[in-house]
């Protein structure tokens, strides 16, 4: 005995690739093993979601890696970048307020408070001041 639908799935593939849709699902029952099997079809279609990201400047992104390193006394091969979070480093609240003063003075930009509960990773404090230097100009 078989049994057809024609339902519709969407999904969307990791970074930015083309969106697929599942079309003519065929759910099939097989009355003498008692099993059932779902045939289906994939169709690629264009992306119809507008994604937008705030990626700072990969220069941004090192300058503030080498000022985390700096407050937070890290040994030199200590491995730094855009994912790191503060807290795997090692940071507690002090040391995060005190790389937040830092990126401060390096940038020559002043983060709110409710701006500076926000950053949990480089990437974020990077994005951060990005935003705020482009407010600044």
Do not use: H
């Not at 099993?35 to 937008?52: I, W």
């Not at 951060?128 to 230097?133: D, F, G, H, N, S």
């Amino acid at each position: 005995m078989a049994a057809s639908t024609n339902s519709l799935i969407s999904m969307q593939s990791r970074s930015g690739m083309a969106a697929s849709r599942i079309c003519s699902l065929k759910p099939v029952s097989v009355s003498n093993q008692g099993r059932s099997f779902l045939s289906f079809g994939f169709r690629s279609m264009p992306a119809r979601s507008l994604r937008v990201s705030c990626a700072a400047k990969p220069e941004t992104v090192e300058k503030v890696c080498e000022i985390v390193k700096k407050q937070l006394a890290l040994a030199e091969g200590t491995p730094v970048n855009g994912e790191s979070k503060f807290t795997t480093l090692g940071a507690d609240s002090l040391d995060t307020v005190e790389i937040v003063m830092g990126l401060e003075e390096a940038f020559g930009i002043s983060v709110e408070e409710e701006s500076a509960q926000s950053i949990a990773t480089v990437q974020d404090a990077a994005d951060l001041i990005e935003k705020l230097v482009e407010k600044k100009d």
